[in-house]
């Protein structure tokens, strides 16, 4: 059997051995890069977890700020006294029940009548905050809204129903 030389004449095997010397700690020794590893899986790890349930949270958080559009949109008509806009969002059940609480003659006045009473923080919060929905509750063509954020109307849940093209708001308490 003949010896297999490398390059610089040696034997490949004594270059194998060599480099393990370097590379392998001395007996008893603790090697870094063994130590280093796990924590460094660990760590990727961790910050994999961390970005896909950021990613999930955001999309869920989309998704749930886009089943509110109809009542930020109301939040903002009524914070401005756009009378006629915020009716516009109202089915026939929500025109009577705004109508009856504030003791109006039309939707439109029980619009401005509720503006009226609002304090300009009130106003203001209504027109620039955007309220928190934190959940969704569909069944058929209504579903329901629960707001967890504060707000000037004390709205806590709010029933949207699907007119075929757009959304009304039915209901609120």
């Known amino acids: 059997m003949g010896v297999v030389l490398g390059v610089a004449g040696t034997r490949i095997a004594d270059r194998v051995r060599a ?4 590379d392998d700690p001395e007996p008893g020794e603790p090697d870094e890069r063994r130590r280093i590893a796990p924590v460094l899986k660990g760590a990727v790890g961790v910050v994999l977890f961390v970005g ?13 700020g886009n089943q509110g559009k109809i009542l930020k949109a109301y939040f903002r008509l009524v914070g ?16 009577t029940k ?16 509720l503006h009226a009473s609002l304090t300009p923080e009130q106003r203001d919060k209504l ?7 934190n959940g969704v509750e569909t069944a ?6 629960e707001v967890t954020s504060a707000n000037p109307l004390n709205i ?7 007119q075929g093209d757009r959304e009304l708001i039915h209901d609120w308490r």
């Open 19 to 22: 480099r393990r010397l370097v």
């Open 52 to 64: 896909a349930l950021g990613g999930i949270l955001y999309g869920c958080s989309e998704y749930l």
């Open 80 to 95: 401005r006294g756009d009378a006629i806009g915020a009716c516009a969002l109202l089915d026939g059940n929500a025109r």
């Open 98 to 113: 705004l109508m009856l609480l504030e003791r109006a003659a039309s939707c439109e006045d029980a619009v401005t009548t």
């Open 127 to 133: 027109v620039n905050d955007d309220p928190f929905i």
């Open 140 to 145: 058929g063509d209504h579903k329901e809204l």
């Open 156 to 162: 806590a849940y709010m029933t949207v129903i699907d």
